[in-house]
C-alpha cells in the first residue's frame, strides 16, 4: 500500500510539503505542486484520512471547485449554492483554488477522494476542460462560462453573456463622453472570462469608431483588491489623460477606486469608474459603484436545478444564458 511518505520519498519533497498539497493549501511552489501531484497521479494515491470517501457505496456529495478566492460573485452564488443543497439530503463540499490553477485537474483529484455524484464549476478555462475533462466520469455544470462549445455530454453550462456584458459596459463610458478609457482586467490569456470581457470591449470601441491601444489602455491583474490597487497606479502612470475606467470585476473597480484617492483623484469628478458583477459591495459603496450586474441568484438556482436533473433524470446537457443589467451608480461622470 503507497503511503505519504512514498509520494515524499518519490517525489523528493518532505511529508509536510505533500500534506499541503493533498489539501490544496496555497502556500506551496508550483514547481512543487505539480511534481507532488504528477506522483500521486501515478501511484493513484488516495490519502488516508479521505479513504472512507471511497467506501461509501451511495455516496451523496456534490463539490463546489470556486477558482479564485477574492471574488464576491462567487462567495454570493456559493452562498445560495449552501442554502439550496442544505434543504436536500445531499453533502456538500466547498474547495477553494487559485484563479490560475487548472480547475480540470483538482476536479480529477476530489472525484477520486470524494467519489461525488456530480461537479459545479465556478470560473473555468475552456482550454483546462479540453485537455482533461474527458476523464470526468460525473455530471457538472459550469458557472459564468459558457460549456457549448465543448463536446462532453456530462458538461452543462449557466453563464452570462461576457462578450455583450464587457461591451455595455465600455458603451457606457463611450457614451457619456468618455474616449479615453483604461481597462483593468485579468491576463486575457490566462482568463478565459477577460479574454471575453475583452472582445467585448474591442467590439465597443469599433462600433463606436474609436482605435483601441492594448499596450496602452489595458493593465493586467488579479481579481483582488490589492492587485487592482497597483495596476491602477500603472495605468495612470502610462496613460495620464485617461477620464474613464473599466474595472472587470466590482473587486478591481473598489481597489481602482482606493488608489485614484490615493493620488489625489477624484471619482467620478476627474475620472469615472465601472465595474462588474453587481455584487452588494457595489451597491453600498461610496460612491454607488456603476456596474454589470450579473443575477448570481439565478445562476445559483439554475445550477443546481440542471445538475440535479441530469443527476436524477439522466437529462441531456443545458446551456443557458442569463441576462445581466447595467447599474447606472454614481461613479460615471458624463462629459456630454
Do not use: W
Not at 456534490?62 to 439550496?84: D, H, T
Not at 462532453?152 to 461591451?167: H, P
Not at 463622453?177 to 479574454?195: A, E, L, M, Q, R
Not at 445550477?303 to 436533473?309: A, H, K, M, Y
Amino acid at each position: 500500500m503507497v503511503t505519504i511518505k512514498d509520494i515524499a520519498r518519490e517525489s523528493g519533497y518532505s511529508i509536510s510539503t505533500v500534506s499541503r498539497v493533498l489539501n490544496h493549501r496555497n502556500d506551496v511552489s508550483p514547481d512543487a505542486k505539480k511534481k507532488i501531484e504528477e506522483v500521486v497521479e501515478k501511484f493513484h494515491f488516495v490519502p488516508n484520512n479521505n479513504a472512507k470517501h471511497l467506501k461509501q457505496s451511495n455516496t451523496k456529495t456534490i463539490v463546489v471547485l470556486v477558482k479564485g478566492i477574492s471574488n464576491m460573485l462567487f462567495s454570493n452564488i456559493v452562498e445560495e449554492i449552501q442554502q439550496m443543497i442544505g434543504r436536500t439530503d445531499y453533502t456538500l463540499v466547498v474547495s477553494y483554488i487559485d484563479e490560475d490553477d487548472n480547475e480540470v485537474e483538482q476536479a480529477l483529484q476530489l472525484c477520486r477522494e470524494r467519489k461525488p455524484l456530480g461537479l459545479l464549476f465556478l470560473g473555468g478555462n475552456p482550454e483546462f476542460f479540453k485537455q482533461g475533462f474527458a476523464k470526468v466520469d460525473v455530471p457538472s455544470v459550469l458557472v459564468t462560462n459558457r460549456a457549448n462549445n465543448l463536446p462532453f455530454e456530462n458538461l452543462s453550462s449557466v453563464a452570462t453573456d461576457d462578450i455583450a456584458a464587457g461591451k455595455c459596459a465600455v458603451d457606457a463610458l463611450l457614451e457619456a463622453g468618455h474616449d479615453k478609457i483604461g481597462i483593468i482586467g485579468g491576463d486575457p490569456v490566462k482568463s478565459y472570462t477577460s479574454h471575453q470581457r475583452y472582445l467585448g470591449c474591442k467590439e465597443s470601441f469599433a462600433e463606436h469608431g474609436k482605435e483601441m491601444d492594448l499596450e496602452v489602455c489595458y493593465e493586467k491583474a488579479r481579481f483582488s483588491f490589492d492587485s487592482a490597487y497597483r495596476a491602477m497606479k500603472r495605468l495612470v502612470e502610462k496613460y495620464p489623460d485617461l477620464t474613464a475606467v473599466f474595472a472587470m470585476s466590482d473587486v478591481m473597480a473598489i481597489g481602482a477606486i482606493r488608489a485614484l484617492r490615493d493620488m489625489d483623484y477624484r471619482v467620478p469628478e476627474d475620472i469615472s469608474v465601472i465595474g462588474f458583477d453587481g455584487t452588494v459591495l457595489a451597491e453600498y459603496y461610496n460612491p454607488k459603484l456603476a456596474t454589470i450586474r450579473q443575477q448570481y441568484q439565478t445562476l445559483a438556482v439554475r445550477s443546481v436545478e440542471i445538475l440535479f436533473g441530469q443527476i436524477e433524470l439522466k437529462k441531456e446537457p443545458i446551456y443557458e444564458v442569463v441576462p445581466f443589467e447595467f447599474a447606472s451608480g454614481e461613479s460615471i461622470k458624463n462629459l456630454k
